[in-house]
């Protein structure tokens, strides 16, 4: 795929479990649930057939609003922008698909982003709608990412990211910390930050850890190998901030600037490497490696 190929007609679902309500209808139901989608935009997707249940069967607007009933939906953006950077396949088998996401392309449907989502291109390439990513990476992250092909296979794989049978090395560029020994170990209690996506760290008993070494010291700016050991939202972002240097093009830690849409001047210097694990199924020890460099410190 190139970034000038057309707006892709393959577009991954969205999967919901329904919660507990007293809605009368599936179609109350949903517009309480996502108020930011209008009713009318309901009932189109409801007369397109682009409300499923989990079998792929379309569902009407009038059904009653069964709890625990997993359905799926296509979200939909008019006018979606093209983001110019292509993802890659690593690998690809029976049971799973690694691709080498870039950055600024998010890695499912969320906000204003739907065709334009390593998921929704990957389903376009493969043709396999039950594609399905283990774990995720931000959006302005780039590297490895780990997708289940099938349903009978995930919950060994997932399994594996649940009980941390998973390796996961990063790579970052940041400004050097020469007054400190390497390796270290970063523990902190990761909490809700302001504005609520963002996370900050806070007195009380450490929920996350990061092993953070040195792997190239060049001038002003490193190259750092981070190895989280637990997987909180933002955390190799916080943690580095929070020893006094941030990774270059960081956004949002320690000072909250995001970048406007479509600016893709200053990628967040950050990179998912490697992932290692032993296959649930073979016992063989796996290692996948992106392909992908970041950007020289010179360059950055």
Not at 136 to 149: E, N, P, Y
Not at 237 to 254: E, K, N, Q, S, T
């Amino acid at each position: 795929m190139t970034p000038s190929d057309p707006i892709l007609p393959v577009v991954a679902a969205s999967r919901l479990q329904l919660p507990p309500g007293s809605w009368d209808s599936l179609l109350d139901g949903l517009c309480a649930r996502f108020p930011r989608v209008s009713r009318a935009q309901w009932q189109d997707r409801f007369q397109r057939g682009r409300v499923q249940d989990a079998q792929g069967r379309a569902l009407r607007p009038g059904q009653a609003w069964q709890v625990g009933l997993e359905i799926r939906y296509f979200r939909e953006v008019e006018d979606e922008p093209v983001i110019p950077f292509s993802e890659s396949i690593v690998h690809h088998d029976a049971h799973l698909l690694v691709a080498d996401k870039p950055h600024f392309l998010p890695v499912v449907p969320a906000g204003g982003h739907v065709q334009q989502t390593l998921l929704a291109r990957l389903v376009a390439a493969t043709g396999n709608t039950d594609l399905v990513p283990l774990h995720r990476l931000d959006r302005l992250t780039a590297g490895l990412v780990l997708f289940s092909t099938r349903r009978d296979s995930r919950d060994a794989y997932q399994r594996l990211f649940r009980e941390r049978r998973i390796d996961k090395v990063y790579e970052a560029l940041a400004p050097a910390l020469p007054g400190r020994s390497f390796p270290l170990q970063r523990h902190s209690r990761l909490q809700k930050g302001e504005p609520f996506h963002c996370m900050r760290e806070e007195e009380g008993e450490p929920n996350s850890e990061t092993r953070i070494e040195v792997v190239e010291r060049q001038g002003p700016v490193w190259r750092y190998r981070l190895q989280p050991v637990t997987g909180r939202k933002h955390q190799l972002r916080v943690h580095m901030a929070a020893l006094g240097a941030p990774i270059l093009g960081d956004d949002l830690y320690p000072a909250y600037a995001p970048q406007p849409p479509g600016d893709h001047r200053r990628p967040l210097q950050l990179l998912a490497r490697r992932l290692l694990f032993s296959d649930p199924f073979s016992d063989e020890s796996r290692c996948f490696t992106s392909t992908l460099t970041l950007a020289a410190p010179e360059e950055a």
